[in-house]
């Protein structure tokens, strides 16, 4: 499940004529690095929530559209001498921040759907055989 939309990838990703240069030149490849990003941010999330997620707040999606610009920078063409170190430093610090998720130091805002992951199962003996009533008359009570 992609964590992000093409809208927010126009929002947080890059800027669109480097999009566009990019979906030129390998048509889908904005949609598969939101995918493929959001595969990873679930790696992270699986340490901490029951998943698949059903609901995220805006930082998941900022995440995940930092992340994928950076694969989509390189189909468009990544110059390390030029501004493309701006968004290597981002994809760093966006990945990080899943890091400190996982560790509980950030707390995004999610809703989990998924089945618990640490659910206490109580396990006990079988009944003895009597219950509260039977020993209070026993007892007098």
Request: with cysteine; net charge negative.
């Amino acid at each position: 499940m992609a964590y992000a939309t093409r809208a927010d990838f126009e929002r947080f990703g890059l800027p669109p004529a480097l999009a566009a240069q990019a979906e030129t030149k390998a048509p889908g490849c904005i949609a598969n690095a939101i995918d493929a990003r959001s595969a990873e941010a679930d790696s992270h999330f699986a340490a901490r929530y029951r998943l698949p997620l059903s609901e995220w707040d805006v930082n998941v999606r900022r995440v995940v559209c930092e992340l994928a610009a950076l694969d989509v920078l390189g189909v468009a063409g990544f110059n390390p001498q030029g501004n493309d170190e701006f968004y290597e430093r981002r994809a760093e610090r966006a990945l990080s921040w899943l890091k400190s998720v996982a560790a509980k130091k950030v707390h995004p805002v999610v809703v989990e759907n998924g089945p618990p992951i640490d659910g206490a199962e109580v396990i006990s003996p079988p009944a003895r055989g009597w219950d509260d009533i039977e020993i209070e008359e026993k007892r007098g009570w």
